[in-house]
């Protein structure tokens, strides 16, 4: 019956359930989408009314919203099953953190952006001057170029700019989040006990491969130089591990998989 929020809801003693309608208007998935997770098992609505109707109570609200996580990972829906399969409460609480630290995070980088375009208007309508580091503050900038570009070349370096170019905004997206979702992602696995070989492992891989190919496409070879360039170099392993070392190792030996599997020499 529709409650005071106006909400056409269900009561059964504490427990309140929303229609399908509701859930794809808040949730912003459709209600197509809901229905084919329904049919896929990933999410079984807590009761259907007679005609079909599906309803949903909390604990769907929040595999729901586990879901939506585990995709914005870049997983596909059969390792987003598998992985909510496997994942304890606590494995649950470990993935919201992580994933809540990464959006902190990017709320404060674009806090800074917001900051630096506001007060670049406000001195082009006075007709001012901003010194680089304020013209800059809350850009991203890499701190490996100048040893790239000694390591490889100006040639290699500029080629990957030159891809960059031709980024479209999807492109543009996956370059930003893309190794933070392989790196959540591979920790919740690795702390489930998940084989480097497991699909739902070398689903993150292929992300992986598919950012680092939006600047170069690295052979087999290649690919599994990086890998171990990864364990070897203090500033990268302490990136990618956050001080866990042993992740740094698994996502070289998940790499060094793929690489066999799935590139060429």
């Known amino acids: 019956m529709a409650g005071k929020t106006g909400r056409d809801e269900w009561r059964d003693g504490a427990a309140v359930a929303w229609s399908i309608a509701e859930v794809a208007r808040d949730s912003g998935v459709t ?19 007679p005609g079909g109707r599906r309803y ?3 604990e769907q609200l929040l595999r729901l919203q586990q879901i939506l996580l585990l995709r914005e990972l870049g997983l596909s829906l059969d390792v987003v099953a598998e992985v909510l399969a496997k994942q304890s409460k606590d494995g649950t609480i470990e993935v919201l953190g992580r994933h809540k630290e990464w959006l902190l995070r990017e709320q404060l980088r674009l806090g800074r952006l917001i900051r630096t375009v506001d007060s670049t208007i406000e001195n082009v309508k006075r007709g001012g001057e901003m010194t680089p580091d304020k013209v800059f503050e809350g850009f991203e900038h890499n701190p490996y170029e100048a040893e790239a570009r000694e390591r490889w070349g100006d040639e290699a370096v500029d080629a990957g700019y030159e891809r960059m170019r031709g980024w479209s905004e999807a492109d543009a997206e996956k370059a930003r989040t893309g190794y933070t979702r392989v790196h959540e992602g591979l920790a919740a696995l690795k702390g489930e006990g998940a084989d480097v070989a497991d699909l739902t492992v070398q689903e ?48 070289r030996d998940a790499m060094t998989v793929y690489a066999d599997n799935r590139l060429s020499e």
């Open 31 to 49: 209600s197509r989408t809901l229905r084919h997770y329904h049919a896929i098992g990933l999410l079984v609505p807590a009761r259907t009314a």
């Open 56 to 58: 949903y109570e909390q």
């Open 204 to 251: 993150l891989i292929q992300l992986h491969y598919d950012v680092i190919s939006l600047f170069w496409t690295p052979t087999a070879e290649a690919y599994k130089g990086l890998g171990q360039m990864y364990v070897d170099d203090e500033r990268f392993r302490s990136n990618i591990g956050g001080g866990d070392d042993s992740l740094v190792e698994y996502l």
